[in-house]
């Protein structure tokens, strides 16, 4: 880098190359979202057969490719802005710096050394010389120099001296911001296929990392979402940005942008598939990468006269080494399977797009999926699962707000709907030991109530959506936390098998009289065991849980579902009650007839 370079240099060139790539991630976005939303599922529909599965199988892989260019054309794009970003500072240096030596009439080498005429005669003394002075970076060369300064008689010396060290701070500027940004834009390269290895996500998110870590100064530059902001302050920043600054923080920072409530649905489902593509892509080549559990896990022992099965010490070698993080990253992965596979569902048994609205693969891992678009829906419902669940067991909590879905668009008279199913809590793990606790219900509490208010901040509609909480065991408890601890921001709340909600009574949860409904199945055990854990307490005695009928909610014919884990079962009344009451219907909704003595429900 000389001074020619930097003359001849035009940031404004590269952010008009940072636009054509952000054009070009645009349009790969568009193209994926037709495929997944749109073509596939038309031709999914229309056609059956082996060739019809062959088409749909080629299309989804040109999803990921154009996901793929989606991705890398916004970390280009974004790392092109940024080294205009750092460059254009050096060359407004230089720009000044050649101003003043032009205004001074002192000529600048191509080095950018700086030569300065003589200055006329010196009172008292030889005439001054014409010189030259070579810029330096040094401090301490920069004290000799302006020492020397002191006793040169051309007073042009020190003016030509400081335009010089000017001159060499722009081409130091320049050439680290040159030698920063050129390897990461030389690593932004593709394969030559049309295959979206697990290798090329992995990489992608290398590729990240090195523009994220490059680009932190101009990171630091954009305008920051709001500390500790509430959903609409989150939602008021996102808009404020420009479409560059806002391709930046999805490039730069997938994992913050989609984890901000209040945001749009469409763009935290951008950034979180980036994150969910990137982990799954890491994940796979680490267990790849990782020696697989020995065959022989087991072996017989004579334990006392009894022959007992012990794990093998081949296999107790490996578990030291390997167990817990290949039963993480096996048990990841799994759920990432789940949402991949709702996303290739589309307008399969009608069911509409899917959005990622929350996702980490980290500890027991989060995910928020939504069927349908909320922010356009008017009518929406929140799903949180209860103990044992986590991103491993996603797909089970997907599937039973998919069903949710299917009725309540079928009642709802045409108004869209859209069926959310939010694992944004550490859920208790183990039924046993977890569960009779209410911190996991406690500590969640917060994070549910945001996400409720960032619904709200970030719909569309004409007019305020009608918002349906929907718990399952342990997940209830957690409703029943959120509405003690602040606002729930719901019209109706559906408590299933619920253990307790912490509170005595349904007027106490938060919405309007009349809008709490239970479900509890013939067979269910955990709400009777429960309650000594979670029920509430008043005047009416203790452990008081939804399903009795002083706690005063509508109790909900459930059919012939048994159990626990049968309230989302297909054409199940208890599926369809619940339909009724997410599409503004609760009116329809079958109820089970008062029983005349209620204390004997206790």
């Known amino acids: 880098m000389d001074v020619e370079a930097l003359k001849a240099l035009k940031p404004h060139e590269f952010e008009e190359a940072a636009l054509g790539y952000r054009t070009t991630s645009d349009m790969a976005a568009q193209a994926k979202d037709a495929l997944e939303q749109r073509i596939t599922p038309q031709l999914r529909g229309a056609l059956?057969?082996?060739?019809?599965?062959?088409?749909?199988?080629?299309?989804?892989?040109?999803?990921?490719?154009?996901?793929?260019?989606?991705?890398?054309?916004?970390?280009?794009?974004?790392?092109?802005?940024?080294?205009?970003?750092?460059?254009?500072?050096?060359?407004?240096?230089?720009?000044?710096?050649?101003?003043?030596?032009?205004?001074?009439?002192?000529?600048?080498?191509?080095n950018g050394s700086v030569s300065y005429p003589a200055a006329g005669q010196n009172p008292g003394g030889p005439p001054t010389a014409p010189g030259s002075a070579n810029g330096t970076l040094s401090e301490q060369a920069r004290a000799l120099q302006r020492q020397a300064g002191n006793f040169d008689p051309n007073p042009n010396y020190a003016i030509a001296q400081d335009i010089a060290n000017r001159i060499a701070e722009a081409l130091k500027e320049a050439t680290d911001a040159d030698q920063k940004w050129a390897p990461q834009l030389r690593g932004l390269k593709v394969d030559d296929d049309l295959t979206v290895s697990d290798g090329d996500w992995a990489d992608v998110q290398k590729d990240g990392e090195g523009v994220r870590e490059a680009g932190r100064h101009y990171s630091d530059s954009l305008p920051q979402p709001p500390k500790d902001g509430s959903p609409k302050d989150n939602a008021a920043w996102w808009k404020g940005l420009d479409p560059g600054q806002q391709q930046a923080w999805t490039s730069l920072h997938p994992d913050v942008v989609g984890a901000l409530d209040g945001v749009p649905a469409t763009v935290r489902d951008e950034a979180n598939r980036i994150v969910l593509d990137e982990s799954r892509g890491q994940y796979r080549t680490e267990l790849d990468a990782m020696p697989k559990p020995p065959a022989?896990?087991?072996?017989?022992?004579?334990?006392?006269?009894?022959?007992?099965?012990?794990?093998?010490?081949?296999?107790?070698?490996?578990?030291?080494?390997h167990g817990e993080r290949y039963e993480h990253l096996t048990n990841s992965l799994k759920g990432m399977e789940s949402i991949q596979k709702r996303f290739d569902a589309v307008g399969q048994n009608d069911l509409p797009e899917a959005y990622l609205l929350g996702y980490s693969a980290e500890g027991n891992g989060r995910a928020i999926v939504a069927n349908g678009n909320p922010d356009t829906a008017v009518h929406q419902a929140v799903y949180v699962p209860g103990t044992t669940a986590n991103l491993g067991s996603i797909g089970g909590d997907i599937d039973r707000m998919g069903n949710v879905w299917r009725v309540a668009d079928g009642k709802s008279g045409g108004q869209p709907v859209s069926t959310i199913t939010w694992l944004g809590y550490d859920a208790p793990q183990d039924i046993v030991k977890?569960?009779?606790?209410?911190?996991?219900?406690?500590?969640?509490?917060?994070?549910?109530?945001?996400?409720?208010?960032?619904?709200?901040?970030?719909?569309?509609?004409?007019?305020?959506?009608?918002?349906?909480?929907?718990?399952?065991?342990?997940?209830?408890?957690?409703?029943?936390?959120?509405?003690?601890?602040?606002?729930?921001?719901?019209?109706?709340?559906?408590?299933?098998?619920?253990?307790?909600?912490?509170?005595?009574?349904?007027?106490?949860?938060?919405?309007?009289?009349?809008?709490?409904?239970?479900?509890?199945?013939?067979?269910?055990?955990?709400?009777?065991?429960?309650?000594?854990?979670?029920?509430?307490?008043?005047?009416?005695g203790p452990w008081i849980i939804p399903s009795d009928e002083e706690f005063g909610a509508n109790q909900m014919v459930t059919g012939n579902v048994h159990g626990h884990s049968e309230y989302w079962d297909a054409d199940s009344t208890s599926l369809l009650n619940q339909g009724y009451v997410v599409a503004g219907r609760g009116g329809d909704a079958e109820l089970k007839a008062p029983p005349k003595h209620w204390e004997h429900m206790r």
């Open 48 to 110: 059956n057969g082996e060739a019809a599965d062959a088409a749909v199988a080629q299309l989804r892989e040109l999803t990921k490719d154009f996901h793929y260019v989606q991705v890398e054309c916004g970390l280009i794009g974004t790392a092109l802005n940024a080294f205009a970003a750092d460059v254009r500072p050096a060359k407004t240096k230089l720009e000044q710096a050649l101003s003043d030596a032009d205004a001074h009439r002192f000529a600048v080498g191509a």
């Open 296 to 321: 022989n896990e087991w072996t017989w022992i004579n334990a006392g006269g009894y022959a007992s099965k012990v794990h093998t010490d081949e296999w107790m070698d490996w578990y030291k080494a």
């Open 434 to 540: 977890d569960s009779p606790f209410s911190h996991y219900a406690d500590d969640g509490a917060p994070a549910f109530n945001r996400f409720m208010d960032g619904l709200d901040a970030s719909h569309t509609g004409d007019s305020e959506p009608h918002r349906t909480a929907i718990g399952h065991s342990y997940g209830t408890t957690l409703i029943g936390s959120a509405a003690r601890q602040g606002t729930l921001n719901a019209d109706d709340v559906i408590l299933a098998g619920s253990p307790g909600v912490q509170v005595p009574k349904a007027e106490q949860m938060d919405v309007p009289k009349g809008h709490v409904w239970n479900l509890e199945a013939d067979g269910d055990p955990v709400p009777d065991i429960g309650r000594f854990g979670h029920g509430g307490t008043d005047w009416d």
